[in-house]
Protein backbone atom coordinates (compact mmCIF):
# COMPACT_ATOMS: atom_id res chain seq x y z
CA UNK A 1 0.00 0.00 0.00
CA UNK A 2 1.22 3.64 -0.94
CA UNK A 3 1.79 6.57 1.29
CA UNK A 4 -0.95 8.26 -0.44
CA UNK A 5 -3.44 5.38 0.02
CA UNK A 6 -2.42 5.27 3.35
CA UNK A 7 -2.87 9.17 4.00
CA UNK A 8 -6.24 8.03 2.54
CA UNK A 9 -7.85 5.48 3.99
CA UNK A 10 -6.40 7.33 7.55
CA UNK A 11 -8.58 10.49 6.04
CA UNK A 12 -11.59 8.33 5.53
CA UNK A 13 -11.50 6.65 9.11
CA UNK A 14 -11.17 10.36 10.66
CA UNK A 15 -14.18 11.08 8.82
CA UNK A 16 -16.27 8.42 9.84
CA UNK A 17 -15.41 8.34 13.40
CA UNK A 18 -15.78 12.37 13.04
CA UNK A 19 -19.86 11.58 11.61
CA UNK A 20 -19.87 8.88 14.03
CA UNK A 21 -19.02 11.48 16.91
CA UNK A 22 -21.75 14.01 15.43
CA UNK A 23 -24.44 11.51 15.42
CA UNK A 24 -23.78 10.29 19.15
CA UNK A 25 -23.86 13.88 20.23
CA UNK A 26 -27.53 14.93 18.42
CA UNK A 27 -28.35 11.74 19.72
CA UNK A 28 -27.55 12.35 23.65
CA UNK A 29 -29.26 15.99 22.74
CA UNK A 30 -31.73 15.15 20.90
CA UNK A 31 -33.23 11.74 23.19
CA UNK A 32 -31.20 11.98 26.42
CA UNK A 33 -31.03 15.57 27.46
CA UNK A 34 -34.80 15.59 27.32
CA UNK A 35 -34.70 12.88 29.20
CA UNK A 36 -32.59 13.93 31.76
CA UNK A 37 -34.12 17.27 32.40
CA UNK A 38 -37.48 15.08 32.80
CA UNK A 39 -35.67 13.03 35.21
CA UNK A 40 -34.16 16.08 37.20
CA UNK A 41 -37.64 17.76 37.51
CA UNK A 42 -38.98 15.04 38.80
CA UNK A 43 -36.84 14.29 41.17
CA UNK A 44 -36.43 18.07 42.40
CA UNK A 45 -40.49 18.07 43.11
CA UNK A 46 -40.50 15.22 44.92
CA UNK A 47 -37.39 16.27 47.46
CA UNK A 48 -39.39 19.78 47.51
CA UNK A 49 -42.45 18.38 48.65
CA UNK A 50 -40.40 15.88 51.29
CA UNK A 51 -38.39 18.71 52.51
CA UNK A 52 -41.94 20.97 53.06
CA UNK A 53 -43.50 17.99 55.09
CA UNK A 54 -40.47 17.57 57.41
CA UNK A 55 -40.52 21.50 58.18
CA UNK A 56 -44.04 21.03 58.68
CA UNK A 57 -43.54 17.74 61.09
CA UNK A 58 -40.90 19.65 62.82
CA UNK A 59 -42.97 22.60 63.97
CA UNK A 60 -45.91 19.87 65.15
CA UNK A 61 -43.42 18.22 66.79
CA UNK A 62 -41.88 21.44 68.59
CA UNK A 63 -44.94 22.23 69.80
CA UNK A 64 -45.21 25.33 67.85
CA UNK A 65 -48.95 24.07 65.32
CA UNK A 66 -51.87 23.10 67.02
CA UNK A 67 -55.50 23.38 66.89
CA UNK A 68 -56.33 25.64 69.76
CA UNK A 69 -53.38 27.71 69.07
CA UNK A 70 -54.97 28.47 65.41
CA UNK A 71 -58.96 28.68 66.30
CA UNK A 72 -61.10 29.58 69.30
CA UNK A 73 -63.73 28.15 69.55
CA UNK A 74 -66.75 30.23 71.22
CA UNK A 75 -69.47 28.26 73.26
CA UNK A 76 -72.81 29.55 74.41
CA UNK A 77 -73.77 28.52 78.37
CA UNK A 78 -74.72 24.85 77.27
CA UNK A 79 -71.17 24.24 75.70
CA UNK A 80 -72.16 24.21 72.40
CA UNK A 81 -69.80 25.85 70.17
CA UNK A 82 -71.30 29.27 68.76
CA UNK A 83 -68.45 30.04 66.57
CA UNK A 84 -64.81 29.68 65.41
CA UNK A 85 -62.33 32.10 65.27
CA UNK A 86 -58.56 31.94 63.33
CA UNK A 87 -55.48 33.42 65.23
CA UNK A 88 -54.04 35.06 61.84
CA UNK A 89 -50.88 35.77 63.29
CA UNK A 90 -50.32 32.31 64.49
CA UNK A 91 -50.83 31.77 60.54
CA UNK A 92 -49.39 34.05 59.67
CA UNK A 93 -45.83 33.17 62.21
CA UNK A 94 -46.35 29.64 60.82
CA UNK A 95 -45.84 30.59 57.41
CA UNK A 96 -42.72 32.45 57.71
CA UNK A 97 -40.98 29.98 59.69
CA UNK A 98 -42.30 26.91 57.74
CA UNK A 99 -41.08 28.99 54.59
CA UNK A 100 -37.98 30.44 55.96
CA UNK A 101 -36.78 26.61 56.53
CA UNK A 102 -38.01 25.63 53.36
CA UNK A 103 -36.26 28.23 51.12
CA UNK A 104 -32.64 27.74 53.12
CA UNK A 105 -33.16 23.47 52.94
CA UNK A 106 -33.69 23.74 49.14
CA UNK A 107 -30.86 25.81 47.97
CA UNK A 108 -28.64 23.61 49.98
CA UNK A 109 -29.91 20.52 48.41
CA UNK A 110 -26.76 18.50 46.35
CA UNK A 111 -26.26 16.68 43.65
CA UNK A 112 -26.53 13.19 45.56
CA UNK A 113 -30.32 14.60 46.73
CA UNK A 114 -31.11 15.65 43.14
CA UNK A 115 -28.64 14.40 40.67
CA UNK A 116 -29.95 12.18 37.76
CA UNK A 117 -28.01 8.84 38.10
CA UNK A 118 -26.50 8.01 34.89
CA UNK A 119 -28.22 4.31 34.80
CA UNK A 120 -31.27 5.84 34.61
CA UNK A 121 -30.74 7.27 31.26
CA UNK A 122 -28.74 4.43 29.98
CA UNK A 123 -30.44 1.35 30.95
CA UNK A 124 -33.08 2.16 33.53
CA UNK A 125 -34.41 -1.42 33.42
CA UNK A 126 -30.90 -2.52 34.77
CA UNK A 127 -28.83 -0.09 36.43
CA UNK A 128 -31.77 2.74 37.92
CA UNK A 129 -30.19 4.21 40.54
CA UNK A 130 -26.55 3.72 39.58
CA UNK A 131 -23.70 4.69 37.85
CA UNK A 132 -22.45 8.58 38.16
CA UNK A 133 -25.01 11.68 38.43
CA UNK A 134 -25.60 13.89 36.23
CA UNK A 135 -25.05 17.08 38.15
CA UNK A 136 -28.61 19.31 38.77
CA UNK A 137 -28.51 22.42 40.81
CA UNK A 138 -31.20 24.58 41.98
CA UNK A 139 -30.26 27.82 40.79
CA UNK A 140 -32.86 30.12 42.67
CA UNK A 141 -35.76 29.97 44.73
CA UNK A 142 -38.41 32.21 42.27
CA UNK A 143 -40.69 32.56 44.62
CA UNK A 144 -42.50 30.65 47.61
CA UNK A 145 -46.09 31.21 49.07
CA UNK A 146 -48.36 28.93 51.46
CA UNK A 147 -52.11 29.38 52.38
CA UNK A 148 -54.37 28.00 54.38
CA UNK A 149 -57.54 26.15 53.75
CA UNK A 150 -60.44 24.87 55.93
CA UNK A 151 -62.15 21.43 55.23
CA UNK A 152 -64.87 19.70 57.51
CA UNK A 153 -65.85 15.96 57.24
CA UNK A 154 -68.61 14.43 58.92
CA UNK A 155 -67.40 12.72 61.61
CA UNK A 156 -70.00 10.83 63.17
CA UNK A 157 -73.63 11.54 64.70
CA UNK A 158 -73.48 15.15 65.25
CA UNK A 159 -69.66 15.44 64.94
CA UNK A 160 -67.88 17.24 62.49
CA UNK A 161 -63.77 17.24 61.54
CA UNK A 162 -62.39 20.32 61.37
CA UNK A 163 -59.07 20.10 59.36
CA UNK A 164 -56.74 23.55 58.76
CA UNK A 165 -54.58 22.27 55.44
CA UNK A 166 -51.57 24.06 54.60
CA UNK A 167 -50.73 24.63 50.90
CA UNK A 168 -46.80 25.55 50.53
CA UNK A 169 -45.94 26.24 46.67
CA UNK A 170 -42.22 27.10 45.52
CA UNK A 171 -41.43 28.20 42.32
CA UNK A 172 -37.79 27.63 41.70
CA UNK A 173 -35.09 27.44 38.59
CA UNK A 174 -32.49 24.36 37.93
CA UNK A 175 -29.97 23.67 36.23
CA UNK A 176 -29.47 20.41 34.57
CA UNK A 177 -26.80 18.78 31.65
CA UNK A 178 -30.07 20.17 28.89
CA UNK A 179 -29.88 23.65 30.31
CA UNK A 180 -32.26 25.17 32.93
CA UNK A 181 -35.85 24.85 33.90
CA UNK A 182 -38.56 25.75 35.38
CA UNK A 183 -39.58 23.82 38.70
CA UNK A 184 -43.21 24.14 40.41
CA UNK A 185 -43.76 21.80 43.64
CA UNK A 186 -46.60 21.91 45.68
CA UNK A 187 -47.46 20.29 49.40
CA UNK A 188 -50.76 19.89 51.13
CA UNK A 189 -50.40 18.71 54.71
CA UNK A 190 -52.64 19.01 57.53
CA UNK A 191 -51.39 21.38 60.07
CA UNK A 192 -54.08 21.04 62.75
CA UNK A 193 -57.68 19.56 63.45
CA UNK A 194 -60.52 18.60 66.03
CA UNK A 195 -63.69 17.11 65.97
CA UNK A 196 -66.16 19.35 66.97
CA UNK A 197 -69.65 18.13 68.40
CA UNK A 198 -72.96 19.84 67.32
CA UNK A 199 -73.79 22.23 64.35
CA UNK A 200 -70.55 23.60 62.68
CA UNK A 201 -71.14 27.19 63.30
CA UNK A 202 -72.92 29.33 60.24
CA UNK A 203 -69.97 32.58 61.18
CA UNK A 204 -67.79 30.24 60.68
CA UNK A 205 -68.81 28.79 57.47
CA UNK A 206 -68.92 31.88 55.56
CA UNK A 207 -65.15 32.78 56.58
CA UNK A 208 -64.29 29.68 54.67
CA UNK A 209 -65.61 30.52 51.05
CA UNK A 210 -62.62 32.12 51.03
CA UNK A 211 -59.23 30.64 51.60
CA UNK A 212 -57.45 31.99 54.75
CA UNK A 213 -54.63 34.45 54.71
Known sequence: MTRRRRRIRKRVVLAVLAA?????????????FPLAEDLAVTRVTLRTSHLINEA???????????????????????????????????????????????????????????????GNLLLPGLFSGRGPYLPVRILTVRS??????????????????????????IDMTIVTPAGTAQVESASHVVVA?????????????????????
Open 193 to 213: ETVIVGTVPSSYLALDAAALP
Open 56 to 118: IDEQIRAGAVDYESMVLLEKDETGAVTALKTNIAEMNTLKTQILDQVNREILQLDVDEIGVPL
Open 20 to 32: AAVLLLLVVRLRL
Open 144 to 169: SDATFENQFTQAGINQTLHQIVMTVS
